[in-house]
């Protein structure tokens, strides 16, 4: 099986976090497990473990194909169109 690449880091961008927690959760009252900023536009949401999936539902609205753990001490990625994860070091190049 070949090794799969994110064909996407070129629109990694360096961003400003929208919020400090899932920002739809935040807005309706709500509770997340984990978050993941988006690394196009600085959308912060919740991850796929919490009820409400904010940060899949970011990208399925705005295409937005890389994110980021938001989580202290984590700073792996992941890319929705070509379902990677991503290292660390594609965010800091």
Known sequence: MAQQHCTHLDQIR???PS????EECL???DTWVHL???RI???VGCCDSSKNKHAT???????HPIMQSFQPGEEWG????DEVVLDPS???K
């Open 36 to 38: 993941r900023e988006c």
């Open 90 to 92: 594609v965010f800091t």
């Open 19 to 22: 919020a400090q927690g899932c």
């Open 41 to 43: 536009c600085g959308h």
């Open 14 to 16: 360096d961003v400003t």
């Open 57 to 63: 539902k970011h990208f399925h609205a705005t295409g």
């Open 27 to 29: 807005q309706t009252g």
């Open 78 to 81: 992941w890319c929705y169109v």
